[in-house]
């Protein structure tokens, strides 16, 4: 398996690279001298060759780890000389183009675009670097499309965090996917041009996906039924409810409407099964690898090329063309290949969980999945089936599991029963949508399809969604770091070692990795059960603050958040499950009483109103910190003439014109100051 030996190296480049930020120079050279090495060996004798086998196989380890820490660095746009950052400052216009239609948010469009120039000292300099645009919602021109050129006036920000303890890192994504900046329209702030960019892969791809929605949308009458078929045929996911798409995650069938590899695979049973009647036939040897490359790559494309499908498409590519010339690889060569190949285009795709998934359940399927398969034998055909799919199933869960707790910190506990349901009917919608395209010029066939795809998809909803209802369909609130899931992929390997190879070193290793496992979460439950921090979270137009103490929280905020929702669940629900924390109606240690916080060593306000309830005195009172939230109506010296404070908090709540006013006094004053819509969630220790 000499591929997977240097896809290894390769990736431990890319680290090495990207988390130490080592400049070009140290890799090229490592890479010219290995390379020299690898010709000299060339020239030696036979004799000699096998002498310096080991050097030879070490050179090339280490030429990959150079090609791994370049690609790392060259692919980072904000190396490039052309890179935005480089160019524009704040007021500049620039000129965009828009690489995909207008996506309908819930107060605006999106698009995503890349800067052609900026407009410096009257002259437009070439630049480079994709931004993210929103439209604000109104009288929005029907002409902006994929390719629309536009002059904009309205200034670039960066992405940002929210901060939030545990929260996603939405920058660190978007960088990864070299996007750098974002920008907030209004009607004045651009020009549209008469110009166009388009590329003819780019029209191809965007016209394919508004055909096959156009076909979806006349023949499937059912807006959430409409919204899965979408996400299932081509990926689409603009339309999903977003309670959905929490149903699936929860019962552990994401994947069908996440486009996945298993897509991929059953496009390609499709074409294997309508080749095979031919297969005496001289042509098909040639028809069949071309044809069933050409169908995987376009719906590859159609599908927006995300690196699941497109591993699958590269592995099924190397399949084909092997079986074409009478060779089967290896099929961890051939998986470590597309991966290689993916790597090479993007090396910031080993940071995709997507990606990191994909491989992990065809890695853990080709692994266990026939010994899993021997654990039962049924002469039924029916209950073979069900016991195939099943197993292949389970397969997939063994080295997935460390990741889905890592990323999702959820176990769902019915998998296996969803996945039987769920797997065989998005099969045959998969086909059915797919026969739907293709009657769809001959509208009474198209119309009976249309509504049997449309009641399978209702089906499957309503099963996903009653199973998502249950008390035990999932087990939540677990939280694993990356140490952790290093642990348990070793406490894994080590059992899957010592079953296949019936060695007892391997199951001690495996116990080994599970005691530190299980000592380090110990030590992490201790330390979180003693911690008492006040947090003040960063929700746009919301006030949210959670006050712990223990295993134990209060929550102080506005209603809305107060309860599970998809915003608290977003911005709340990660902090808590991070800190090992539940809600309670008091804390032992700290109390909170009038908008005060008093713990042993620290007085808090939390000021949400007019300062009418603070008349003057002659003393003034003191606080460690103090939060103003909701709008408050105050000015920063009436506040310094009442309170002697070391810092003042102003949470995300409060309109911007405000916050930017009293961070403005604050500076003036030389008062200390902490601006959460600016900086982040605040946190401090109580």
Known sequence: ?????????????????????LP???????????????????????ANKFLFRRITAVAFLVLFISIGGILSFIKNGTHEKEWIGNYYKSGLPF?????????AKEKSYKALATVESVLINSHWQPVKGNILIYFIKGNIPSRLTYGSQLIVTSPLLEIQNTGNPGSFNYREHCLFNHIYYQSFLKANDYIILNSTNTTFIGSLIIDARFKVLSVLRRYIANKEALSVAEALLIGYRDDLDRDLIQAYNNTGVVHIIIISGLRMGMIYAMLIWFFNPFKTNRWVRFVKPITIIIVLWGFCLVAGAAPSVSRSAIMFTFIVLGESIGRRANIYNNL?????????????SLWDAGFQL????????IVFYKSIRSWCSFQNKSLDFVWNLSAVTIAAQVLTLPLILFYFHQLPTLFLFTNLLAVPFSCIILYTELLLLFVSPMPIPAITLGKFVGWMLEVMNTYITNVNNLPFSVWGDIHVSLMQMLLLYGVIIGIAAGVMNKNKSWFITSLTFFVIFTGYRGIDFIIKSKHQKLIVYNIPQHSAMDIIDGNHFVFVGDSLLSEENILSNFHLKPSRVLNRVTISDTLSAISFQKNIIRSNNKTILIINKSLSDYPPSIQKMKFEAIIITNNSTLEMTRLTSLFDCNLYVFDASSSKTKIDKWVKDATDAHINYYSVAEKGAFEMDL
């Open 336 to 348: 470590a290949l597309s991966a290689l190949v993916i790597l090479l285009i993007n090396p910031f």
């Open 24 to 46: 070009l120079l140290p890799f090229v050279i490592t890479l010219i001298i290995t390379a020299l090495i690898l010709l000299g060996t060339n020239f030696l004798s036979i």
């Open 358 to 365: 994909s491989y992990a359940a065809m890695l853990s399927i």
């Open 1 to 21: 398996m000499p591929i997977v030996r240097l896809l290894f190296s390769m990736v431990l480049g890319i680290l090495i690279q990207y988390h130490l930020s």
């Open 95 to 103: 000129m965009i183009t828009l690489q995909e239609p207008l996506v």
